[in-house]
């Protein structure tokens, strides 16, 4: 069974150990808050605690490392992980840089190692089911995408909204459309730290001329977590705010010419419910 070892046991680190206690050896929990770690040594007896990230990394019977550190250490942590020789999960954003981000991949694949980042949509059963309508072709050609990921909360003050929230939207815009955006426009305004964009919206236009659009805050009333995939021939929505209607279709297509008044009136078609 593989041996893993977390650092990081704030915000995210309980889910994370929870859940690699299941799936695998959870060897070790690190992090650098006494009072964490004697929480966690309850809960998981047989891991050992270290407030030292290197002792994690001198156990040669490790194998992997999960890093759910505040964002400003990903980098470091990770890249000492590889060097280590250690396959590494890091949460989002694994780097603040893009020639940080380069050299990550550069270190994983010089080593063959796994580094994965914490993209946890891509594995929900709603974008699963989202990415199997688009493959398809059950909604024709893909136009655009629209996201909203909104709350009020929870403030950031390491990272803005853009690195906060939207990871996890880009990932799958990028997924869906199967392209790397050949422009991208950001712009968000830092309202309650300085430095520190609390909403901000993201254009992207693709070689295809698809287009995609995102809205990211915690400073907003509504908690919206809402996916728009507008096709050709249907559109589809994944709203994750749902309890059970994650995925709705919509069999709309407005610019088909109708003949009749009738025709015109439905031309909405079906909503149905995968």
Sequence with gaps: MTRVGLTGLGYWGPNLARNFDVLAELAWLCDVDEERRRAFADRYPAARLTAEFNELLADPALDAV???TPVPTHYE???????????????????????????????????????????LLLYHPGVRKLKDLVDEGDLGEVLCVY?????????RTNENALWSLGVHDLSVILWLIGEEPEEA?????DFLTDGVEDVVFCYLRFPS????????????PHKMRKMTVVGREKMVVFDDMELERKITVYEKAPWKRAETYGEWQTRSGDISIP
């Design 66 to 68: 999960v890093i759910a």
């Design 77 to 119: 942590l990770a890249r000492r992980a590889l060097e280590a020789g250690k396959h590494v999960l890091v949460e989002k954003p694994p780097a603040m840089k893009g020639a940080e981000m380069d050299e990550l991949v550069r270190l994983a694949d010089e080593r063959d190692l796994v580094l994965m980042p914490g993209h």
């Design 147 to 155: 996201t909203n990921r909104q709350n009020l909360g929870i403030v």
């Design 185 to 189: 426009v950001a712009y968000g305004r």
């Design 209 to 220: 001329g698809k287009i995609a659009h995102m809205h990211l805050s915690w400073l907003d």
